[in-house]
């Protein structure tokens, strides 16, 4: 069944592309209407990944974290786009100059408790899901910097009990969560990236074929998978030839990465090898997202626009495969985040710098 | 966050608010002969762009500017460009100083935020540094201060890798966050919007290295192409045809970063109202008041490096309007929003035995906002400091 194209906003002409190259199947168009956006107080921080979503427990509320600078907020809005409730958070003071800014906060869904990290250029820390009470703060180790490098936290996931946090030198620092309490215990230090990290993915191991569940990217565009545990285990590099990997996913054994130049490339995870080049965005992709239980990914760039694809997994071959859903264009914003806001990827959010409110997207 | 910010900050806001400067002495310039002892020449005007050129690439100026360091404030920035402003015959009342630092900063956002690869920061820098060593072409002693500090950014800057300059662009982004000026000559190009957002194009050429977008292509595991499709990705654009030059002279192809003022076109700006929901909260409002100790040291280690002119003998300081009549610059200082003002600190990095007492002065006339845990290594008394310089 095909569909009109795309909702994209203003301006947006039908892109003459000279010259059809082999076939164009019959895409799942999904379609969204923008939602009433949620407002906010100051513009979000042109960072990587700069939206985390949480839906919450009560029908229909969803809670956003983002970041402004010194200062993370914490907003929790109803389907309405009314604001519920909203919370500050500051970076925890330490010594040096200006006030310390925080880099990315997301919210790690373990299997007994959801926990609220933020990383910054002074360490990490990590609240209770509702960012009210501080259980755990590490210091970052600035003993090996040369004074030209920036000293920072950044990229965040969850495997397992494991809380998994990236830093400027390229070092991934692995936290043990107990099912409870303030207890966490810094477990292993990976050291194998040389660029600092920009974002890290996990998902659940899926069964026994599929051991890869961590995977973490650098600003040099190097991509490691590793298989999560006691002893975190590296299985795979890919490298990105000096392109920077600003945000990456993991999906049924495929790593999904965006790049600096505006492509998104998807491996296989077990063995690199390239399945998916996608010339998505004309300027450098800042945000990632995965609706697991549908297989969608949703890509924000630099380029002010959104885009929606649908992974599958060719049942002959055994490679996955992507088809373009949907594209929408936020006239003038620099998107600096999005992500989806359930596990289907029915609704979705985004935020942008110099852009004060959350805008919202959801299937019609 | 990245500590090589600030000399490229420093440069490029320096480049437009000398476009700014030579622009409006041009439209107050009258014939040597025809002028009133008052009024500006040809020969004021070159005067006062060698004497800014010339301080702004002072040796010891730029060798604190390089040193690896976080960003300061708009406040403690602003406070640079006013005494670099006055090195020279020229005086400014604060209004037409804010107005100037107003369209310096919302010139270089727009830069900065319509630049297409993050690299290309350089390239901007250069078009500015192309025209600065422009203004000063008949002196050959303030190309040669010019043409040293183009080669040390290409010798700090050239190898930087990707990831670098792109934390190095978000650090900018950072720096003019919530900063929505409307100014009169965006708005007629209609490159910003009524709310004072800028506009972003979704057509033209790819940022040199990207690829148009709308192709995908798939693979099987042994690496060959099975599949090709294209899909309607919602913009207009099209190949790249060149990069610019990153060498000493070349053709930057970026246009960004130009004059884009004319004698014909007055600059104006309209002050944005308030945000709605501006209410900062305490910690905020303390730092938006104060400099911290910090940003004072860093003041008076820049400073301390200017050379400043003292107009002696009887030659009057000439007074440049940035608004088209003096009551036109009153209105704006009266109406200018709350908070939005700079609050400037004037300090006197003069060179002689009045420097302390002066200083001492200044530090006693403003709330020193302390950190907590302060390391001692760096010397924190202001006035030690500028005993070492």
Known sequence: MRGPTSRARRGAAAGGTAGRTSRTSAPDRSMYRRERPVPMRSCPAALYNNLSVLPLPAPGLTQFALVHGPTAQLLSAAPDGLPVSQRQLHTKDGAGPGFPLITQAYWCVLPFRVLLVLTSQRGIQIYESDGSVMVYWHALDSTDASPVQALFARGIAASGHYICVGTWSGRVLVFDVPAKGPNIVLSEELDVHQAPITDIAAEPAQGQDCVADVVTADDSGLLCVWKSGPEFKLLTRISGFGTPCPSVQLWQGSVAAGYGDGQIRIYEASSGALHVQINAHARGICALDLAPEAGKLLSGAEDSFVHIWKLSRNPHSGCIEVEHCHAECVTDTQVCGARFCDLRGSSFAVTGYDLAEILRYSCV | ?389
């Open chain 2, 1 to 389: 966050m990245s500590v090589r910010t600030l000399p490229l900050l420093f440069l490029n806001l320096g480049g437009e608010m000398l476009y700014i400067l030579d622009q409006r002495l041009r439209a107050q310039n009258v014939p040597t002969d025809k002028a009133r002892k008052d009024e500006w020449t040809e020969v004021d005007r070159k005067r006062v762009m060698n004497d800014l050129i010339s301080t702004m690439f002072n040796k010891k100026f730029l060798e604190e500017l390089f040193k690896p360091q976080e960003l300061y404030s708009k406040k403690a920035l602003r406070t640079v460009y006013d005494r670099l402003a006055h090195a020279s015959i020229m005086r400014l009342n604060p209004a037409s100083m804010d107005k100037l630092f107003d369209l310096m900063t919302m010139a270089f956002k727009y830069q900065v935020l319509l630049c297409p690869r993050p690299k290309d920061i350089l390239l901007i820098t250069f078009n500015h540094l192309d025209a600065i060593k422009n203004f000063v072409r008949d002196s050959p002693d303030i190309m040669n201060q010019v043409d040293e500090t183009f080669r040390h950014i290409i010798e700090v800057y050239g190898c930087l890798p990707a990831g670098e300059f792109q934390l190095i662009r978000q650090t900018l982004l950072l720096f003019f966050q919530d900063m929505h000026i409307r100014v009169s000559i965006f708005l007629k190009d209609k490159v910003q919007n009524s709310n004072g957002r800028f506009v972003l194009p979704i057509s033209g050429p790819v940022p040199w290295g990207t690829k148009v977008p709308g192709l995908i292509r798939m693979f099987n595991n042994k690496g060959e192409e099975v599949k090709r499709m294209e899909f309607k990705h919602g913009g207009q654009y099209v190949r790249a045809e060149s990069e610019g030059s990153f060498e000493l002279s070349g053709d930057r192809v970026l246009t960004l970063g130009t004059n884009m003022y004319s004698a014909s076109r007055p600059v104006e700006t309209r002050v944005s109202g308030a945000l709605k929901n501006s209410s900062l909260n305490t910690k905020d409002n303390i730092a938006a008041r104060t400099l911290a100790k910090e940003e004072l040291n860093f003041l008076a280690r820049l400073m301390g490096g200017m050379e400043i002119k003292k107009t002696s003998g009887p030659e009057p300081g000439f007074r440049l309007n940035l608004f088209t009549t003096d009551e036109e610059e009153e209105h704006a200082a009266l109406t200018r929003p709350e908070e939005l003002s700079y609050q400037v600190i004037n300090i006197q990095a003069a060179q002689d035995q009045q420097r302390n007492e002066e200083l001492t002065r200044i530090m006693g006339e403003f709330e020193i906002h302390d950190q907590p845990q302060q390391s001692t290594s760096k010397g924190d008394d202001l006035l030690a400091m500028m005993d070492e310089l």
